[in-house]
């Protein structure tokens, strides 16, 4: 008996064992340890720590304006962020589906911006809008280039906004691809026989038969955009005056500059069962509207 435990048990243990290791130590600990220091007052540095209990709670809600400020560009940015990407991810799909000479060449084109470093990719574009808009503006006339992208409250969310859309909606195209592709040409052919028109196709046919698809890219681009932080560090800082700071620079800022570590952790804690609970809304909502070729 032992020996058939053994046996069954043995190989499970060698291939997943090394993962379960390295996932518990890496991601499974921080965890835990992050969840024990938001109930205290560690300042990140000293060896001695206070229990504080619901303190750090308390002051998030009750004397944290900036953090609610964040919270509410977060909650913005999320929202336009997550409809525009997959609206231009699903439309880049649909049309490189199609019988393009070039549409491998240009799948390849819209991806790459997603293999480019956040902080990179924040800096090039920083340049972008500050020099290269400033030359186009100069040499067209056109009012649109001259706006200060970066140094208004509104123009910087639009301009966050458009990198941030700019780098995920290659990555999005390609699970839309993969799902575009899969749909039973069949379907489509009878669709068509019957005499629907583009729009009722993709209504009626298309978007019910690629709901897993959605599905994954509405988690996808909900989790990108709630964690955004590398575009907002590089790209504004949080300014003017913290009007387009993330939560997640709001974490940063409280934890590793002004080290209050344990309010900084209890902001995260907070802010993790949040984006938890809105992308289980989300999964089970979109889950429930998939169908079966």
């Known amino acids: 008996m032992n020996n ?3 046996s069954k048990w043995g190989p499970q243990l060698i291939f997943v064992g090394p993962v379960l290791i390295f996932f518990t130590l ?3 600990i921080p965890f835990l340890l992050g969840m024990y220091y938001s109930f205290t007052d560690w300042n990140g540095v000293a060896n001695t720590v206070e229990w504080v209990g619901f303190e750090n709670f308390k002051q998030i809600f009750t004397n944290d304006p900036d953090f609610w400020k964040s919270f509410g560009f977060t909650a ?32 390849t084109i819209f991806f790459m911006p997603n293999v480019i470093g956040g902080l990179l990719l924040g800096f090039i574009w920083q340049f972008i809008f500050i020099k290269g808009f400033s ?10 280039f001259n706006l200060p992208w970066l140094g208004d409250a509104s123009t910087g969310f639009w301009g966050i906004t458009i990198v941030f859309v700019w780098q995920s909606a290659g990555y999005l195209m390609v699970v839309y691809i993969s799902s575009l592709t ?4 069949e379907v489509i052919e009878a669709a068509e026989l019957d005499g629907a028109n583009a729009w009722q196709m993709m209504r009626s046919i298309i978007i019910p038969l690629i709901m897993p698809a959605i599905t994954i890219c509405l988690f996808l681009a ?7 932080f590398d575009l907002n560090l590089s790209l504004t800082k949080g300014g003017p005056f913290k009007s387009t700071e993330s939560v ?22 907070l802010f993790f069962v949040v984006v938890a609970v809105i992308t289980m809304i989300q ?8 169908v079966e070729a």
């Open 4 to 6: 058939n435990k053994l």
């Open 26 to 28: 890496i991601m499974i």
């Open 76 to 107: 913005r940015f999320t929202i336009v962020g997550v409809i525009l990407t997959n609206v231009v991810g699903f439309f880049l799909a649909y049309f490189l589906t199609k019988g393009l000479k070039l549409r491998n060449v240009l799948r």
């Open 135 to 144: 030359t186009l503006g100069d040499a067209t006339g056109w009012s649109f």
């Open 182 to 185: 899969n749909v039973p040409s």
């Open 222 to 228: 909900i989790s990108w955009a709630f964690k955004m």
């Open 248 to 269: 997640a620079m709001n974490v940063y800022v409280e934890a590793f500059q002004n080290n209050r570590y344990g309010l900084g952790t209890a902001k995260s804690l």
């Open 283 to 290: 999964v089970r909502i979109t889950k429930s509207k998939e």
